[in-house]
C-alpha cells in the first residue's frame, strides 16, 4: 500500500494533523492507522461489571480513536505554561496563537463555550496569597472542560468529518516497525492478527500517545532516531470531599500548583483536577494498572480528585526512567492483587496500612470501588512519598483540609514522557521522512498541546 501520509495513532496530535490538512486544501493520501477501534465501538465495561476486567487485547479507555483524550476528563488547558515543552521548540507566541486557533475548532465541533478560571480575579489572588505563603506557585491556566461524555461526541464529530472527506483509517492495526532504508523513513509494518501489511509513504507520523511512549523509545534506540531521556512523574491520584475544595473549585476549577519541599527539592505539582469526578483504571498492555480520574459534564459525585506527581530526572548511567516507573507501579500491583492501591493519609502518617473497614467509617467514600485498601508507602519509593507528604501539608494551607486524616492516596499515577525526540521547529527528526508528535515524543503533556503540535504538523506537511 502506498500513502503521502501515514499517521500512527488516532489521539490528538494524529487527529489533528489529519484534519489541518484538509483545512489546508490538501489533495493528499492520507492513512490514519490505530491499534484500538473507532470512537462509537469504544467501550469500557466497568459501568457494568462494577470492577476492571483487564479487557484484551488493549484497555479501552486509554486505546482507540482519539486516544486517552475521549475517555478521559476532557480538558483543554488555554495557556502555554500548561501542557509540556512544546513552546521552548516552537517559541511562545506561536504557541499562544496556535492555541487559540485550535480551541476555535474543538468550539467549531461541540465544545463548551464556558471557560473556568477567568471569571473571579479577587478570589484567585487570595489563592495565589495562601500558595505563596505556604510556598508553592500557582500557574493561571483558563480552562475549557470538554467532560468525558461530551468529549466523545466531539471527536466522534470529527471522525466523521475525516472520513467524510477522504481520509482512510485502519483501526485494529499495531505498527510492529518502521520501515527505514538508507536512514530515510519509507513506511512502516503493520500487523492485525495472523495479517501483516506494509504500508509505504512519503512522510510518516508517529503520534501514538503517552501509552505509545516505551514503544517509541525502543524504536528511537533500533534506528538511531536521536533522542534524550527526559522526565518520568511518579505519584498518587488524591481523592477529597467536594467541600474541602469548594473554593479552589469555584474560582479555577483546576488549581496548578508546583512547589519543591523540603528536604529533596524536587518539583512536585497538582495535575488534572476533577471537581466532582471519579477515580479510574487504566490498564497498560504489559498489565501495568494505573490510576487516573475523569469528570463528567453531566454526572457528578461528592468528591474532587487530582493528581500530585513527582519528577524525576536521572543523569548518566542510567537511561531507563520508564521502565524504572514502571517497576514502582508493578509493586502497587502486586500489593493489591492487579488493582489499585488505596490509604488514608492519616494512616501514613500514623506508619499504619488502611483496613477496609475504615473506610467505610469515613465522611469520604472511594469513588473507584474496587480500590484496594492497603499500604502504598510500601510500594513508592522514600524520596518521592516524603516529596508528597510534604507537597500536601504545604496544600493544606491553601485548601484547608486537604490533610486531613481521611484523605484517599490511591497509587500508582504515572505519567511516560520520557522519550523525548530530538527535532528541529518543523518537528524534523534525524531521519528524513519521519516526525514524532504528541505525548509519546515528549515534548507535549494533554489534550491541547498535543492538538496544537498536530495542527503545525499538519500545514507543514499541506503546504509541500
Not at 223 to 228: D, L, S, T
Request: hydrophobic share 35%; glycine share 10%; aromatic share 8%.
Amino acid at each position: 500500500m502506498k500513502k503521502d501520509v501515514l499517521i500512527i495513532g488516532a489521539g490528538p496530535a494524529g487527529i489533528f494533523t489529519a484534519l489541518e490538512m484538509l483545512r489546508k486544501g490538501s489533495q493528499k493520501s492520507i492513512l490514519i492507522v490505530e491499534k484500538g477501534v473507532a470512537i462509537e465501538k469504544r467501550r469500557c465495561p466497568k459501568s457494568k461489571t462494577k470492577q476492571c476486567v483487564n479487557c484484551k487485547p488493549y484497555c479501552h479507555i486509554t486505546t482507540g480513536f482519539s486516544g486517552a483524550g475521549a475517555f478521559s476528563d476532557g480538558k483543554l488547558s488555554l495557556s502555554p505554561d500548561v501542557g509540556g515543552a512544546l513552546p521552548e521548540l516552537i517559541g511562545e507566541d506561536v504557541a499562544e496563537e496556535t492555541i487559540r486557533y485550535t480551541d476555535s475548532i474543538y468550539l467549531e465541533f461541540g465544545a463548551d463555550e464556558h471557560v473556568e478560571g477567568i471569571s473571579n480575579p479577587e478570589e484567585v489572588k487570595e489563592i495565589r496569597k495562601r500558595a505563596i505563603q505556604a510556598g508553592l506557585k500557582l500557574v493561571d491556566c483558563p480552562i475549557r472542560h470538554l467532560g468525558t461524555e461530551k468529549a466523545q461526541d466531539i471527536y466522534y464529530a470529527i471522525e466523521q468529518h475525516l472520513l467524510n472527506n477522504g481520509v482512510e483509517m485502519m483501526f485494529g492495526y499495531e505498527c510492529t516497525d518502521l520501515l527505514i532504508e538508507d536512514h530515510v523513513c519509507k513506511g512502516a509494518y503493520l500487523k492485525k492478527g495472523t495479517e501483516s501489511l506494509t504500508v509505504f509513504a512519503d512522510d510518516v507520523v508517529v503520534a501514538t500517545g503517552r501509552r505509545g511512549a516505551e514503544w517509541l523509545e525502543k524504536l528511537c534506540t533500533e534506528h538511531g532516531i536521536e533522542h534524550r531521556p527526559g522526565t518520568v512523574d511518579i505519584g498518587v491520584r488524591v481523592e477529597v470531599r467536594n467541600e474541602v475544595m469548594e473554593q479552589v473549585n469555584k474560582v479555577l476549577y483546576e488549581s496548578k500548583l508546583i512547589g519543591y519541599p523540603q528536604p529533596f527539592k524536587n518539583k512536585v505539582r497538582t495535575f488534572c483536577q476533577n471537581p466532582g469526578g471519579f477515580v479510574s483504571q487504566e490498564n497498560y498492555d504489559n498489565d501495568l494498572a494505573v490510576v487516573n480520574g475523569h469528570s463528567y459534564k453531566e454526572l457528578k459525585s461528592n468528591n474532587t480528585n487530582l493528581a500530585i506527581l513527582v519528577s524525576h530526572n536521572f543523569s548518566v548511567p542510567f537511561n531507563q526512567p520508564i521502565a524504572y516507573a514502571q517497576k514502582v507501579g508493578e509493586l502497587s500491583n502486586m500489593l493489591a492483587n492487579g488493582h489499585i492501591l488505596v490509604q488514608r493519609f492519616g494512616d501514613i502518617l500514623d506508619g499504619k496500612r488502611t483496613w477496609e473497614k475504615e473506610l467505610t467509617h469515613s465522611n469520604l467514600k472511594p469513588t473507584l470501588p474496587d480500590a484496594v485498601a492497603g499500604d502504598i508507602t510500601a510500594a513508592i519509593p522514600y524520596r518521592a512519598m516524603t516529596n508528597i507528604i510534604n507537597f500536601i501539608h504545604a496544600l493544606d494551607h491553601v485548601v484547608p483540609g486537604f490533610a486531613s486524616t481521611e484523605t484517599l492516596l490511591y497509587s500508582p499515577e504515572l505519567k511516560f514522557y520520557s522519550n523525548r525526540v530530538n527535532m528541529d521547529k518543523d518537528f524534523n527528526t534525524n531521519v528524513p521522512g519521519l516526525y514524532c508528535l504528541g505525548d509519546s515524543s515528549g515534548w507535549t503533556r494533554g489534550l491541547m498541546m498535543a492538538s496544537v503540535m498536530g495542527v503545525l504538523m499538519g500545514r507543514r506537511l499541506a503546504g509541500r
